[in-house]
């Protein structure tokens, strides 16, 4: 869990989707799923930006690097 400091920014719900480019029902399903750490102040909720960061971060899939197909090297050989 990241840890908090005075100078942590927190996220209100609405702010969270804006930046992952959802509606508010996907961050407040991460929330009642328990899959992104948050924090409650009175009946609020609020994620704070390093645990967006890390959630992020850890369903980032990486790209790969297309391996050629050989179907594409027995057409170029067909061409010549």
Do not use: C, Q, W
């Amino acid at each position: 869990m990241p840890s908090s400091s005075a100078s942590e920014r927190y996220l209100t719900v609405a702010e969270v989707a804006e930046i992952l480019g959802t509606t508010e029902r996907f961050p407040r399903r991460l929330i009642a799923e328990r899959r992104i750490a948050f924090v409650k102040v009175g009946t609020h909720v609020r994620i704070a930006r390093s645990a967006l960061d890390a959630y992020i971060e850890a369903n980032t899939v990486p790209s790969i690097t297309p391996r050629r197909s050989r179907l594409r090297r027995a057409d170029l050989r067909r061409a010549a």
